[in-house]
């Protein structure tokens, strides 16, 4: 206790600054190894690097304390950049992006993106949830503060929609949200 109490007084004395909370981002194939040892859901943030409302919820709601505890939690955390060079191996397949252009602006879109479509169309940002089996749970597009993500984190990440359907579940949902 002394000890605690002696350093905590060194940090604020110095000006130090404690460690931040953040989301364990991981590889989608570092998620897919991790799921076999400790099956939890997988939550995929398909972003771009020129996507304004994605650069927003990086900024306002994947820094939100709440949002942070809930996803390290509840969900193995995949940052997945819809218009990367990288191949990505998915349940025995390899996507690559085959238009990917390092000059362009928009540099081609990447063959694991199609993994965030909703009725045939890809936005970003767009939030992917998968079972611990790796199945589809959903596609989530558009962005979401922490206040519209806690619900869809909690019907997901507490297995909700197993037991019914979302709108049934929104309806009666509480918010945690200090």
């Known amino acids: 206790m002394r000890i605690t109490l002696i350093l905590l007084a060194a940090v604020v004395l110095l000006g ?59 969900f193995y955390a995949v940052k997945f950049n819809a218009e990367g060079p990288d191949p990505v191996t998915f349940k025995g397949t390899t996507y690559i992006n085959e238009n990917y252009n390092a000059n362009a602006v928009r540099k081609g879109t990447h063959q694991f993106a199609g993994i965030a479509l909703s009725n045939g169309k890809l936005a970003y940002p767009t939030i992917v949830y998968l079972d611990e089996e790796l199945e589809l749970l959903s596609a989530v597009q558009g962005y979401m503060t922490p206040e519209k993500i806690e619900p869809v984190l909690t019907f997901f990440g507490e297995g909700h929609y197993e037991k019914g359907n979302w709108d049934e579940f929104n309806a009666t949902f509480t918010s945690q949200l200090p």
């Open 16 to 74: 130090a600054k404690t460690p931040e909370k953040k989301i364990n981002w991981i590889t989608i194939e570092e998620a897919q190894e991790l799921v076999k040892k400790e099956p939890r859901k997988i939550l995929i943030d398909v972003y771009t690097e020129w996507c304004g409302p994605c650069k927003m919820m990086m900024r306002n709601t994947f820094t939100n304390a709440w949002v942070i505890d809930n996803i390290n939690e509840n």
